[in-house]
C-alpha cells in the first residue's frame, strides 16, 4: 500500500553518473523523511542521504560532495544525484519514508553497478 518505488539504477563506468529517484505513496504532509540506503553484498546495509520535511538534509561522508539529495516542489518524490562514481558504490540502493506515525517503509531497491 505505501511501499515507495525508485528507478533510475544500472550499469555505468567508474566517473560516471546516475540520478535515482523514489516515489512515496500517501499524502506529502504525513511524510517525515525521506532517504536512501545502500547494500552491498556482505556488508550491513548503510544511510547514504536523507532529507526531512523541512528541507534538511545529510550525506554520509563517504559520498559528500559526490552525491546530493534533493526534492521536487511539492511532491513526494526524492532524488539522488549520484556523480563521480566509483566501483565501492556499487550496491543496492533502497528508498526509505518515515511517517508522521511512525512507520518506516523500503522500496525494492534499484541496482547500481560501477564497473569497467
Known amino acids: 500500500q505505501v511501499q515507495p518505488v525508485e528507478s533510475g539504477g544500472g550499469l555505468v563506468q567508474p566517473g560516471g553518473s546516475l540520478r535515482l529517484s523514489c516515489t512515496a505513496s500517501?499524502?506529502?504532509?504525513?511524510?517525515?523523511?525521506m532517504g536512501w540506503h545502500r547494500q552491498a553484498p556482505g556488508n550491513q546495509r548503510e544511510l547514504v542521504a536523507s532529507?526531512?520535511?523541512?528541507?534538511?538534509?545529510n550525506i554520509a561522508d563517504s559520498v559528500k560532495g559526490r552525491f546530493t539529495i534533493s526534492r521536487a516542489n511539492a511532491k513526494n518524490t526524492v532524488y539522488l544525484q549520484m556523480n563521480s562514481l566509483k566501483p565501492e558504490d556499487t550496491a543496492v540502493y533502497y528508498c526509505?519514508?518515515?511517517?508522521?506515525?511512525?512507520?518506516?517503509?523500503w522500496g525494492q531497491g534499484t541496482q547500481v553497478t560501477v564497473s569497467s
Open positions: 500517501g499524502s506529502i504532509s504525513s511524510i517525515n523523511a
Open positions: 526509505n519514508v518515515l511517517y508522521s506515525r511512525g512507520g518506516r517503509y
Open positions: 532529507i526531512t520535511s523541512g528541507g534538511s538534509t
